[in-house]
Each structure stands twice: as structure tokens, then as C-alpha cells.
């Protein structure tokens, strides 16, 4: 009997969730902001891009998001050709397939925590008894429940981050940006969200975070990319704190 070949087949090979090649972004006469980037990140993957200012961290979190396009190269996220969507297609790839977290919360004061958290469902056409479900669960899950009906103006930094990761996290997205998401934190608070964001990814979640603190790449990211100039200098695993 012929023993069983150990050659990849097409459904056994793993599928990145970003694949980026050669891609680089332009802005006016000035230096690229991105410069011949290719990157391949896999489901399941916590990944932290670091690098000064303008080095084209932000760029390159906003062309995965889709809130960009390319001057050259191509951008696939889940399979989906992001950077030949329309501007419609674009917010709806955001909406159902990618959460995004915010250094500065970008919650709406004048929604309590639940609305804010349920919103990004409503907008997607989510069932209303499933999408409150589901938002009770995420508060719960995350430590902010006793403040559903509380406006995000009275809650603490840390707290707000919290109700924005749950937020992100609403529509079960296979992918999660976070730009900067203990930036606008004091050390404790930081450190509360970057260990969240690793139990997060612990579970499974795909998250790609853009820091220029090596200590947050240190806690939630078992890769990190360093960028200068917008081209990639480092690929490396990061060593996982405990």
C-alpha cells in the first residue's frame, strides 16, 4: 500500500486573514509614508507594529481598515481585495468583517454605554433582542456591566476603552485593530487593556495592534514589526510577558 502523500493540499493550506504585497502609499511630493510593504498575518496571530512617529504605523492600520487606498500594490483582508472596494463596500467591510479600537474611545457622549456598544449592530441590521443579548454579554465579559446605562462621559479612561473594545468586538469580527489603544491611559489602565486585548487573542481573536510602546507589543503580541521611513525593518516573535 502506497503510504499517504504529505503534500499541502488546497484545503489544508491556512489562508492568511492580511496579505499585503508591495504596497506603498504616497501622499503629495513628499517621502512615501509606506514604501514596498508585504506582510502576511494568519488567523489567530496578535501582532503589534511599532515604530516612531511617522514611520507609517497609522498608514498602514488604515489601508488594512480600508479607510485608505494604496498608490501601488495590493491590500487582501479575509480573501477581499479591500483596496478595490468602493467607498459603500468599504463601510461595510468594516461594519461585519473588522472591529476597530481608537487611542481616544471615539464613543458618542450622548449615547449610554449599551447604545454605544449595540450600535455598530443596528447599523450592520442586527436582530434587536440578539444584539442586546449580545451586548450584555461583551459588558459582562469585559468588567463593565454595572455601567450599561451610564454615559461615557462618567466613566474613567480605562473604563471607556473597555466599553470601546466591546463595542469593536459587537459584530464578531475575525479581525481586530487597535491604533494606539493605551495611548490616552495611565500606566495601570494601560496595562489593564493590554492584558485584555492578549486574554482576547488567548481565545482566538486575530488582533493587529499599532503602538510605539514596546511594553504593550511586550504583553498582548507574540509578533512584532517594526517600521522606519514606511518599510518594514523587523519581523520578529515577541516573547509573550506572563
Request: charged share 20%; proline share 5%; hydrophobic share 40%.
Amino acid at each position: 500500500m502506497a503510504a499517504p502523500s504529505t503534500e499541502p493540499t488546497m484545503a489544508n493550506i491556512r489562508q492568511p486573514i492580511i496579505d499585503l504585497r508591495q504596497v506603498s502609499k504616497h501622499y503629495d511630493d513628499g517621502p512615501p509614508a509606506l514604501d514596498g510593504v508585504s506582510l502576511r498575518i494568519d488567523p489567530g496571530e496578535a501582532v503589534a507594529i511599532l515604530g516612531p512617529s511617522g514611520s507609517g504605523k497609522s498608514t498602514l492600520l488604515n489601508l488594512i481598515a480600508g479607510l485608505d487606498k494604496p498608490s501601488a500594490g495590493t491590500v487582501t483582508v479575509g480573501g477581499l481585495r479591500v483596496d478595490l472596494m468602493a467607498e459603500a463596500a468599504s463601510a461595510r467591510f468594516r461594519r461585519t468583517r473588522i472591529g476597530v479600537v481608537f487611542q481616544f474611545y471615539n464613543l458618542l457622549d450622548d449615547l449610554t454605554v449599551a447604545d454605544n456598544v449595540m450600535l455598530v449592530a443596528q447599523l450592520a441590521g442586527g436582530n434587536a433582542d440578539a444584539t442586546r443579548t449580545r451586548a450584555e454579554q461583551l459588558l459582562t465579559q469585559l468588567g463593565v456591566a454595572q455601567y450599561a446605562r451610564s454615559y461615557p462621559g462618567r466613566l474613567s479612561g480605562g473604563q471607556r476603552q473597555r466599553v470601546a473594545v466591546a463595542r469593536a468586538m459587537m459584530n464578531r469580527p475575525a479581525l481586530l485593530l487597535a491604533d494606539e489603544p493605551t495611548g490616552a491611559l495611565d500606566t495601570g489602565s494601560g496595562r489593564e487593556v493590554a492584558t485584555l486585548l492578549a486574554e482576547l487573542n488567548g481565545q482566538g481573536q486575530t488582533i493587529v495592534l499599532v503602538t510605539h510602546d514596546p511594553a504593550l507589543a511586550q504583553i498582548c503580541a507574540h509578533r512584532r514589526i517594526e517600521l522606519i521611513d514606511g518599510r518594514v525593518t523587523t519581523d520578529t516573535a515577541a516573547g509573550v510577558a506572563p
